[in-house]
């Protein structure tokens, strides 16, 4: 079993930044990919962001491109998510995820409880 905590959301004004962090437990982190999901009220969740085991590949929604970036510290079992220039469509709950079946992101079979994101105009 993998239990994931994210922290780090809140609210900001369009153009700000925010990090968001989460701190895995249950299995030996380095082995699998993370990644970041979000949803909006009334929209569907969606893909952001994600990371190999061994920080060697990572992959971007085209909608975050260029302003988020995702790393991970194995040595504390966290995954981070730097938001920059945010804009008021980042508005979510974003979901930190792992697929501790694959050597790549591509079906999370653990999820995070979600932490907000409002960004205001």
């Known amino acids: 079993q993998v239990r994931l905590v994210e922290s780090g959301g809140g609210l900001v004004q369009a153009g700000n930044s925010l990090r968001l962090s989460c701190i895995a437990s249950?299995?030996?982190?380095?082995?699998?990919?993370m990644g970041w999901f979000r949803q909006a009220p009334g929209k569907e969740r969606e893909f952001v962001a994600a990371?190999?085991?061994?920080?060697?590949?990572?992959t971007y929604a085209d909608s975050v491109k260029g302003r988020f970036t995702t790393s991970r510290d194995n040595a504390k079992n966290t995954v981070f998510l730097q938001m920059n220039s945010l804009k008021p469509e980042d508005t979510a709950v974003y979901y930190c995820?792992?697929?501790?079946?694959?050597?790549?992101?591509?079906?999370?079979?653990?999820w995070g409880q979600g932490t907000q994101v409002t960004v205001s105009s």
């Open positions: 995820a792992a697929d501790t079946l694959r050597r790549t992101m591509t079906e999370p079979n653990y």
């Open positions: 990371i190999s085991g061994n920080s060697a590949i990572t």
């Open positions: 249950g299995r030996t982190f380095s082995t699998y990919p």
